[in-house]
T-cell receptor
Framework: GEDVEQSLFLSVREGDSSVINCTYT??????LYWYKQEPGAGLQLLTY?????DMKQDKRLTVLLNKKDKHLSLRIADTQTGDSAIYFC??????????FGAGTTVTVRA | NAGVTQTPKFQVLKTGQSMTLQCAQD?????MSWYRQDPGMGLRLIHY???????DQGEVPNGYNVSRSTTEDFPLRLLSAAPSQTSVYFC???????????????FGQGTRLTVV
């Protein structure tokens, strides 16, 4: 079955690192994604990782994948107020379907 | 640069009413889909389309119909609204399957629907 789980809330101080965790169930997923949803807006692709990779870094973002434990994380370095949003983890189920987690609401406090 | 446009942004319906949520994209994308977003749950796929004239069901298709007569438009119809359909609805489009390498699904801003 398909089930992506992530914690619902994260509060972080401005300038600190944020780490958002996600677990997924489908070991055949080829790609895993992080989407960002800002207030009142649709989702926007933030980054993705291919399933044969352990890590991907893109500026302030670091994605870590532990395929054995089916665990995915997103680290945001030097978190800014503009990073306040809902972050969704998603896995590819087949050619057309993404399975999304419930989303982690990240609140950045001064 | 419109991208994916959804209308309306907000809608209140009475139980049993029908309505159509509109979705249009101007990027000539083949793939379009409809999701619903409910509190504490991820986005769930309602219906999707891989091109004009072709549609298929997602996870939660009951109570919804779609059609794809043009590449640009992918309307979602609620046949007889029920309170369980109170949700935020998102339309998305992509040029290739949304699960592919380096493929981004572009989302509309959402339609917040309340059924009373």
């Amino acid at each position: 079955g398909e089930d992506v789980e992530q914690s619902l809330f994260l509060s972080v101080r401005e300038g600190d690192s944020s780490v958002i965790n996600c677990t997924y169930t489908d070991s055949s997923s080829t790609y895993l994604y992080w989407y960002k949803q800002e207030p009142g807006a649709g989702l926007q692709l933030l980054t993705y990782i291919f399933s044969n990779m352990d890590m991907k870094q893109d500026k302030r973002l670091t994605v870590l994948l532990n395929k054995k434990d089916k665990h995915l994380s997103l680290r945001i370095a030097d978190t800014q107020t503009g990073d306040s949003a809902i972050y969704f983890c998603a896995e590819s189920i087949n050619d057309y379907k993404l399975s999304f987690g419930a989303g982690t609401t990240v609140t950045v406090r001064a | 640069n419109a991208g994916v446009t959804q209308t309306p942004k907000f809608q209140v319906l009475k139980t049993g009413q029908s309505m159509t949520l509109q979705c249009a994209q101007d990027m000539n994308h083949e793939y379009m889909s409809w999701y619903r977003q409910d509190p504490g749950m991820g986005l769930r796929l309602i219906h999707y389309s891989v091109g004009a004239g072709i549609t298929d069901q997602g996870e939660v298709p009951n109570g919804y119909n779609v059609s794809r007569s043009t590449t640009e438009d992918f309307p979602l119809r609620l046949l007889s609204a029920a309170p369980s359909q109170t949700s935020v609805y998102f339309c998305a489009s992509s040029s290739l399957p949304p699960t592919g390498l380096n493929t981004e699904a572009f989302f509309g801003q959402g339609t917040r629907l309340t059924v009373v």
